[in-house]
């Protein structure tokens, strides 16, 4: 059900949606229209190994993960251009939409997409006085998707907290930055190889062992590493997602005050984390 707590300041109005659902995110077409700032943000990980890989699972991951934000985006530039207003979008990305790695293979697409679409968007609103940008988070410690999964990370990998990235945010927002990284220096680094230079960068990860690294839970949700009964990663498998306080529908704000982590369990076959908030 929808709720709703009007929309003045302070307040926020509700849009709950399941945007692999088509009635739903027609829904959230037309609440985009009336905001002054969109955040992308819904998202879904949880690949399956590629022998139980099924079209399902294909049509899920590009429903949430890239066709909804690229609908929700145009619909929302659209607007702002019709009545030369000014606004921003702004997209919840990944390191993982940089460099490739073992079992996230749907992830990486759709956060690769994703990134593709937002640079691009980024060039076609050059001069309009509508901007777009993009958040690449890492792995995102104390809340949500990453932190409560069992994941363990290889021996010194830093992360980021979510205040870090609910600042990306809102950075991405005030300045119009194309692309804003949350993650550390060495981490964004190795992504950024991993651009330059793919066949070496998987080359370096085989020669250290990273290959072998299970990038997400199973669709089960069973560990993936049988050796020591938790799941293990490479440093970019896993993105969180934000919600910024304002209007939400999949991260659709009316006004920026505030933002919070808001990351959804790693196994969503359930529904929970295709659901916008």
């Known amino acids: 059900p929808d709720a709703a707590a009007g929309r003045g300041a302070g307040t926020a109005t509700v849009l709950v949606a399941d945007l692999t659902d088509r009635d739903d995110l027609a829904r959230v077409l037309d609440a985009v229209r009336d905001v002054d700032i969109l955040v992308a943000n819904a998202g879904i990980g949880a690949d399956v190994p590629i022998e139980e890989l099924t079209a399902d699972d294909v049509d ?26 000014p ?23 759709t956060k690769f997409g994703l990134r593709g679409f937002a640079l691009s968007l980024r060039e076609d609103l050059t001069g309009t006085g509508v901007g777009a940008s993009i958040v690449e988070p890492g792995f995102i410690r104390d809340a949500g998707m990453f932190a409560s999964s069992g994941i363990e ?23 119009d930055v194309a692309e804003v990284f949350v993650a550390p220096l060495e981490l964004r680094l190795a992504a950024t190889f991993a651009t330059v230079a793919p ?17 997400a839970a199973t669709r089960s949700g069973a560990p993936t590493s049988p050796d020591r009964g938790r799941k293990r990663v490479p440093w970019h498998a896993v993105a969180p997602r934000v919600r910024v306080r ?10 920026v005050a505030h933002a919070q982590a808001d990351l959804g369990g ?4 359930a529904g929970q984390d295709a659901h916008a908030e």
């Open 266 to 269: 790693q196994d969503d076959r």
């Open 199 to 215: 066949a070496l960068s998987s080359r370096v990860h085989r020669g250290t062992g990273s290959a072998g690294l299970s990038g």
């Open 87 to 109: 606004g921003q979008v702004v997209f919840i990305g990944s390191l993982s939409g940089l460099a490739p790695t073992p079992m996230t293979r749907m992830y990486n697409a």
């Open 246 to 255: 304002g209007f939400g529908s999949g991260g659709v704000v009316h006004h």
């Open 60 to 85: 899920r991951s590009i429903e949430v993960n890239l066709r909804a934000p690229i609908l929700m985006a145009t619909e929302f530039v659209n607007s702002r251009l019709a009545a030369r207003l």
């Open 153 to 175: 990370l290889p021996s010194g990998v830093r992360t980021k907290s979510p205040q870090q990235v609910a600042d990306g945010v809102a950075r991405a927002i005030r300045d």
